[in-house]
């Protein structure tokens, strides 16, 4: 991508991090851990488990995910993966993290001005998850704009949860 096609300038990494070959592995290690009562309560300061059931195929999913809170609500950055499309406005969502099970109602932004501002939140509070999202920091310690629009422009997404 050339710095033309980013209105911000040039981004200062390549982009959002694919998942690697131990993914798979590092996700089982990380429910367990969730599940786990006195690690979740630490562990659950930053990750929680998401409870998504396949739209088409009706199979459960358990992803471990980091999360910010905002307010009232839980924020989960990623690249646009396949199990993003399972959340629908209207139909609540299990999560894990630290206690017992919360349902929440989920709201997927792919807009650039949510994704860009919701990431940039999400950054700030975070900045490994604002790495392998493949977002980079200025010299005053602020979230670049041009790769916020980069992970934006590369298939970004923002997960709000809203309590029930």
């Not at 998942?19 to 009562?37: F, V, Y």
């Not at 993003?84 to 919360?102: D, M």
């Not at 349902?103 to 919701?118: I, K, S």
Request: glycine share 10%; net charge positive; proline share 8%.
């Amino acid at each position: 991508m050339s710095s033309e096609q980013n209105p911000y300038g040039t981004p200062s990494t390549t982009g959002p991090q694919e998942p690697g070959a131990g993914q798979a592995r590092t996700n089982r290690i990380m429910r367990t851990l969730l599940r786990t009562p006195v690690l979740s309560k630490v562990i659950g300061k930053r990750l929680l488990i998401l409870h998504i059931v396949g739209r088409k195929t009706g199979r459960a999913y358990d992803i471990p995910v980091a999360y910010t809170k905002h307010g009232d609500a839980l924020l989960i950055g990623t690249s646009t993966r396949p199990w993003v499309k399972n959340l629908a406005p209207g139909t609540p969502v299990t999560v894990t993290r630290g206690s017992g099970p919360e349902q929440f109602d989920p709201l997927v932004h792919t807009g650039e001005a949510d994704v860009m501002r919701l990431f940039e939140v999400i950054a700030r509070d975070n900045k490994t998850n604002a790495r392998y999202n493949g977002i980079g920091f200025d010299a005053a310690g602020n979230p670049n704009k041009a790769d916020l629009y980069q992970t934006w422009q590369q298939g970004g997404a923002v997960i709000e949860l809203r309590p029930r």
